[in-house]
């Protein structure tokens, strides 16, 4: 955060921890029926299963995974 600050950049988000499980939900679900699948596979190329995640985990803080990696956690 740091180096931002100092280069004056500003930082915008969106906390939605405090939102109501229903919009939540409703964000979601719109995200999932409006955004094609060619462009989530191509920020996240990989998909494991959450039993899968801590070995994934070690090889993403190794710098050996380029870009994202999505834990599927219906996946067992």
Known sequence: MLPFILRAVTLAGVNSVDAPAD?????WDLLASSLPADAIAA?????VS???????AKEVLA?????????DVRQS
Do not use: F, K, M, N
């Open 23 to 27: 919009h939540r939900r409703a964000a």
């Open 43 to 47: 920020i996240a190329p990989r998909t």
């Open 50 to 56: 959450l039993r899968e995640s801590v070995a994934v």
């Open 63 to 71: 710098g050996t995974i380029p870009g994202r990696v999505v834990v």
